[in-house]
């Protein structure tokens, strides 16, 4: 995430504390070999039984997880390589990696039902008392306008009717800097990203399936684009406990995969809520 925000960064002496308080930065083209090197020795450590995965709050200890959620993030990668290195991520599904295929298997990160516990959205937007975090209009508008049924997971409704507004799902504009300590204007995250006890999600099956109809899009592999298209939305419906509205959704004609590249990227934005970067 620092590297493909800022490019390049310190990586090579990076975390050594007060033994190296300005360390060299390091090429973005020399970090991803890297990244993905580390992966692959990750890998095939769990391969062969060498390494002992205790304290996972991730897996619990389940190493073909581990395997999958390794594959997954070296799809990312790849993925993001696309531009340099256009065969690379097609190169690899063809190699039949084990990934994060279905939501049973997303990575995340569980959380209690005690402050102590608490989801960090939670604890930020709901438990420290501040009134003054809204969700944007630019998301919201769109959900609305598509009649996603994620919509009520994502955000909650206007709390207070002092604007006549209570229940409705509303965004603040970006930049806008009209305060809402009331709750009377302004949607809040939702239950599926800041109840008390929501996981925070590392990798899902819904990014990998959106990765692979990227990749199969740039192969003009139509029908396999589709079919990772659909996946990664069922999947991502399946997490979040609406499995049953995900069928309409994809027959709607604004959300059907018309095969481009445009309509993977707007609902991969929209799935990827919680790491927008990765869209």
């Known amino acids: 995430v620092i590297?493909?925000?800022?490019?390049?960064?310190?990586?090579?002496?990076?975390?050594?504390?007060?033994?190296?308080?300005?360390?060299?930065?390091?090429?973005?083209?020399?970090?991803?070999p890297a990244l993905i090197t580390m992966i692959d020795e990750g890998l095939a450590a769990l391969s062969a039984g060498t390494e002992t995965i205790s304290g996972d709050v991730v897996y619990g200890g389940d190493v073909a997880k581990w395997k999958k959620y390794g594959n997954s993030l070296k799809l990312r990668l790849l993925n993001h390589l696309s531009s340099r290195q256009p065969n690379a991520a097609a190169n690899f599904l063809a190699s039949n990696p084990s990934l994060i295929d279905t939501s049973v298997d997303d990575a995340k990160v569980a959380f209690g039902s005690v402050t102590s516990n608490a989801n960090p959205i939670h604890q930020f937007d709901v438990i420290s008392g501040r009134k003054d975090q809204a969700v944007a209009s630019t998301i919201v508008d769109k959900m609305k306008a598509l009649s996603d049924p994620r919509v009520s997971v994502y955000f909650k409704p206007i709390a207070e009717n002092d604007n006549g507004l209570k229940g409705q799902y509303l965004g603040n504009a970006p930049g806008n800097d009209v305060g809402d300590t009331g709750e009377s204007r302004y949607s809040r995250v939702g239950s599926a990203y800041a109840s008390i006890k929501a996981p925070v999600v590392l990798m899902s099956a819904a990014e990998v399936n959106f990765i692979k109809a990227e990749v199969y899009h740039r192969a003009y592999n139509a029908a396999s684009a589709q079919a990772a298209y659909?996946?990664?939305?069922t999947q991502d419906f399946a997490a979040l406990g609406l499995s049953s509205s995900a069928a309409a959704y994809l027959a709607n004609a604004n959300v059907a995969y018309n095969g481009t590249l445009q309509r993977i990227m707007e609902q991969k934005w929209i799935t990827m809520f919680q790491a927008s970067y990765e869209s």
């Open 3 to 32: 590297t493909d925000m800022f490019g390049d960064v310190p990586f090579s002496e990076a975390l050594q504390g007060r033994t190296n308080i300005t360390p060299a930065y390091d090429r973005q083209e020399n970090i991803y």
């Open 230 to 233: 659909q996946a990664a939305i």
